[in-house]
């Protein structure tokens, strides 16, 4: 190389790192798509659970078709979606745009305060949203989630356009600004289509971070404002079922369709559109021309192929707004002709809401929870009147304490005489004036029978040793330390500093054991073979014995207890009659089968219980030899800190 | 000019607004104040409660919160958190970068489909997604049954409930947070300087440390924020990957709003944690301003 070809070498030097970027191109996309291929084929799968391929089916599909549901939470997630998109794009492309053009007083704390939403932890943004929209007295619902949606989206729009301000000639404008259009013409004709890959960019961001939004959604959604994500998290609990790949894979289908027949359309237009210049040149008024925007710039951006038409779009976006609105702004709703239900999600099948409204003409609004605290969190910061909550034993000793319940009407709920006794005066509603029981079900060891061949009767079999990193279980605090207090022979209810002492060493080697903490799906680490043995909720284990009988359920020998979900109406309950009615229509064996058949657990409902066939009698997990153990007491916050911290502790101190 | 412009902004003809800048501005600092500012303004308040038995708030004051928010556990468990997020963003600008480069250089109809392309996997349920993963990572699963049928691997390999999943869950969460925003500055540069650069006769090396790292910094310091900056906080993929093994600054404020039901700890950490942030950004800003 003495004499180089100066001639050829930048050819080749640009052609290798062209080629060598694209071949990483490749590979990204690999990347991103490697999971999404799988998600497809398991739209295939006919097994129930989400995690072994068993078979090729299309029922999936089919059940997604008759899935109502689901298919109203996809529209409200769109729709949410699409408005959030449309005001964060407004709102953080002016922002970026201000920001950049004056010296603002302030500006870098506004610029930090724009980006603490995107640090500020979403329970947290949850809480204080929900807090915030109950003290102006704004009914929870689509607006709500929308604006809360707007807060966090805006700022990945403002800070993409901003990264494409950087650096943007200023005579830009002032170019066009001589030209005679006026701020709001440079703005929109000269400066907007500079932007708009960064606009595209950061809108993006903001649709695809609201479609997936799931705890903010949580706290500021209102009964009838369910989003997809709100239902497929609840689907966890009874196993994520293939339904949900088959509508990602629906939905992913129809958006890479799209985003290549339109620009396949548009291709077509614009080849059509160089016969006949007229309609790009009506979007240009004569003042600003696109010609000091390609003079100027580093990057000779010719106009057309940004330029956005701004009119119909912005009449859309107006339109879109108002119909939100109208649809928010519902007529007074009049009494027991709806019923709010907040319940954990799935619980309580389809069918039954179904034929409760068939049957009634009484609307079901059903929303949803996945942990009995943030339920706890959302009733007691006001917001919606739900008629019937959920809670499970402990929490509703808190709402019965706090007054949170309306005492039941017995003459309304005849069939109430079908709950077995054992099940009834429980220390959280001693005079069963407040609560009705629903399931119940017990925490109990999962043994994988092909894997394990010694007999597990208890706790101190579990956490041997030779099960190191064998092992998955649920993630709660307090359910570890009322294991070991059932070893050391201490009442699982007496949490006082002394006892939680002595249980430390005992939790610090087995949490050293414990491969998986998992409170919501233990059963996939266990169906997947990563683990096997389990400490798990009954339902879990129950729903592992269905798919497969290796999976064995043992109660520990050193004791275990019960939990109990029940039914209860809350204080604010306006529609009490339609409450009444939908809690006896559960209670009828008929009824309260269905729900047994889909969730596996204990079932109160003696009378339901003689419908059952003998198999679901026989699931160990669902009916084990005695109908009720201990259950776990409301304990102050002193103690409940105490679990807390040396729960954080020990894990923070596993290796 | 220089150093009155550069507090502020780095557009050097800046003006001070009038009433006209800040009535416009208006909008988007009503939503702040009402959206942003009110709510850590209660946050605020709750950090310095006690909370009652049944876990309400109550208003007396306390400092015990911030005394125990102070407690190095939980200083090592931010630290973590930082660090995970770090890694990630690392790992994000070292893949984004040549991908956002590639596709800006692309003609436009395929630069706008691929950008889409970029996105659209993640318009699918987060669990789903994360289901998927763990079929691909799992011990038998797609990724060590690969490995075993090319002979790579005798035993299968633990890749799932490792940190090494983690960041690779991580990693594909964030990963277009970092193309989107460097697409955005690359798309335009002037390929022409590069062209430039090489005629002049700078090897590839060059031209990318000179020429296309500055030119596209503030892509880079984008996708930087908006990956750092929510991967410190984030928690789900951390417990689904990893077992949850450990713990994340994001789980412990959560759980004191959910199952410790003592919010106004939760509230103190939060305060604290954006705090910190707000005055890291600042001076991270006023650094970057005062080198221009």
């Known amino acids: 190389m003495h004499a180089p070809d100066i001639s050829r070498r930048p050819v080749s030097g640009i052609k290798m790192m062209r080629r060598g970027f694209g071949v990483w191109t490749a590979l990204v996309f690999a990347f991103l798509y490697l999971p999404i291929i799988v998600l497809i084929a398991y739209s295939f799968n006919s097994s129930r659970l989400n995690i072994l391929w068993e078979g090729f089916t299309m029922k999936w599909y089919a059940a997604l078709a008759g899935n109502t549901p689901i298919i109203r939470a996809l529209k409200n997630t769109l729709y949410i979606g699409a408005l959030a998109t449309v005001f964060s794009i407004i709102i953080g492309t002016t922002g970026a745009w201000l920001l950049y053009r004056h010296k ?552 | 000019m220089q150093t009155i412009a550069k507090f502020e902004t780095n557009n050097p003809r800046a003006r001070a607004p009038r009433l006209a800048g800040w009535l416009l501005l208006a909008p988007m600092l009503t939503w702040l104040l009402l959206f942003v500012i009110a709510p850590m303004a209660i946050l605020f308040v709750y950090s310095f409660c006690r909370r009652d038995d049944l876990g309400r708030v109550v208003h007396e004051f306390t400092w015990e919160n911030y005394a125990r928010a102070f407690d190095p556990i939980y200083l090592n468990i931010l630290g973590r958190s930082i660090g995970y997020a770090a890694i990630t963003t690392l790992i994000c600008i070292a893949a984004g970068f040549p991908a956002a480069w590639f596709i800006a250089r692309q003609p436009p109809v395929m630069r706008n489909r691929l950008v889409m392309l970029v996105m659209i996997p993640f318009w699918t349920s987060f669990l789903i997604r994360t289901y998927a993963w763990i079929t691909i990572l799992k011990e038998q699963g797609l990724m060590n049954g690969l490995l075993h049928a090319a002979g790579l691997t005798a035993a299968p390999v633990e890749f799932l409930y490792t940190p090494a999943a983690v960041i690779i869950g991580l990693v594909y969460a964030y990963l277009p947070f970092m193309i989107l925003p460097i697409y955005g500055s690359a798309e335009k540069l002037d390929f022409a300087l590069v062209e430039a650069a090489y005629d002049l006769g700078a090897g590839p090396l060059r031209v990318f440390r000179e020429i296309i790292i500055p030119l596209t910094r503030p892509g880079i310091a984008a996708g930087t924020l908006l990956t750092f900056v929510p991967a410190i906080g984030m928690f789900a993929i951390t417990d689904l990957m990893g077992g949850a093994k450990v713990p994340m600054i994001g789980n412990v404020i959560q759980k004191q709003f959910g199952g410790a039901r003592n919010a106004p700890f939760g509230a103190a950490l939060g305060v604290i944690f954006t705090l910190m942030f707000i005055i890291a950004y600042t001076l991270a800003q006023r650094r970057r301003s005062s080198e221009q």
């Not at chain 1, 960064?198 to 369910?226: C, K, N, Q, V, Y």
């Not at chain 1, 027991?336 to 039954?352: G, L, R, T």
């Open chain 1, 104 to 655: 603002y007083r302030f500006a870098r704390a506004i610029q930090a305060l724009v980006c603490v939403p995107m640090i500020m932890p979403e329970i947290v943004m949850g809480i204080s949203l929900l807090i915030f929209f109950t003290v102006l007295k704004m009914e929870l619902g689509f607006t709500t989630v929308v604006i809360a949606h707007v807060t966090f989206c805006f700022p990945f729009v403002l800070v993409a356009v901003q990264a494409r301000l950087d650096g943007l000639d200023p005579a830009l404008e002032e170019a066009a600004l001589d030209l005679g259009a006026t701020p709001l013409q440079a703005f929109r004709l000269v400066i907007v289509p500079c932007l708009w890959p960064a606009i595209l960019s950061g809108g993006l961001m903001a649709f695809t971070l609201s479609m997936d939004e799931l705890i903010i959604t949580f706290f500021t959604r209102g009964p009838t404002s369910p989003t997809l994500p709100t239902v497929v998290f609840g689907m966890v609990k009874k196993g994520l079922d293939p339904m949900i790949n088959a509508l990602s894979t629906v939905f992913l289908v129809t958006t890479i369709a799209f985003v290549l027949f339109s620009e396949y359309l548009r291709r077509l237009a614009s080849e059509s559109g160089q016969s006949t210049p007229t309609p790009p040149a009506t979007l240009l008024p004569k003042t600003a021309s696109p010609t000091p925007a390609s003079t100027t710039t580093p990057t000779p951006t010719p106009m057309k192929k940004h330029s956005i038409p701004v009119r119909p779009a912005a009449i859309a976006i107006a339109a879109a707004a108002v119909a939100a609105l109208a649809a928010t702004s519902c007529a007074p709703r009049a009494t027991d002709k709806e019923v709010n239900v907040f319940a954990w999600s799935e619980y309580i099948p389809q069918a039954v809401i179904d034929g409760f409204t068939k049957e009634t003409g009484i609307k079901v609004n059903y929303e949803t929870f996945s942990s009995g605290e943030e339920m706890l969190a959302k009733v007691l910061a006001g917001g919606t009147a739900y008629d019937l909550v959920q809670p499970c034993d402990y929490i509703a000793e808190v709402m019965v304490k706090e007054d949170l319940l309306t005492p039941l009407d017995y003459d309304k709920l005849p069939n109430f005489k079908n709950i077995l006794p054992e099940f009834l005066n429980l220390p959280y509603d001693p005079d069963q004036k407040f609560t009705i029981p629903f399931m119940i079900s017990t925490v109990g060891i999962v043994v994988n029978t092909e894997k394990i061949k010694d007999p597990v009767r208890g706790y101190a079999d579990v956490f041997q040793d030779k099960h190191k990193g064998r092992i998955v279980v649920v993630d709660d605090g307090r359910e570890l330390v009322s294991w070991a207090f059932s070893t050391l022979g201490i009442d699982i209810n007496n949490i006082t500093p002394g006892n939680l002492a002595k249980a430390r060493p005992m939790l610090e080697r087995w949490m050293g054991l414990v491969k998986i903490f998992d409170s919501d799906s233990p059963k996939t680490a266990l169906t997947n073979g990563d683990v096997d043995l389990g400490i798990v909720w009954g339902g879990e284990a129950a729903i592992l014995w269905k798919e497969n009988k290796k999976f064995q359920y043992v109660l520990p020998a050193e004791g275990t207890h019960s939990f109990v979900d029940v039914f209860a109406i809350s204080n604010k309950s306006k529609n009490r009659d339609a409450a009444h009615k939908f809690l006896d229509y559960t209670l009828r064996p008929e009824i309260s089968v269905l729900i047994s058949r889909d969730f596996p657990y204990t079932n109160p409902n003696g009378s339901a219980r003689k419908l059952l066939d003998t198999e679901e009698l026989a699931n160990p997990a669902s009916y084990p030899p005695k109908g009720l153990y201990e259950i776990f007491r409301h304990i102050d916050g002193k103690a409940g800190e105490d679990i807390d911290a040396l729960y954080t502790d020990l894990k923070n101190a596993i290796k």
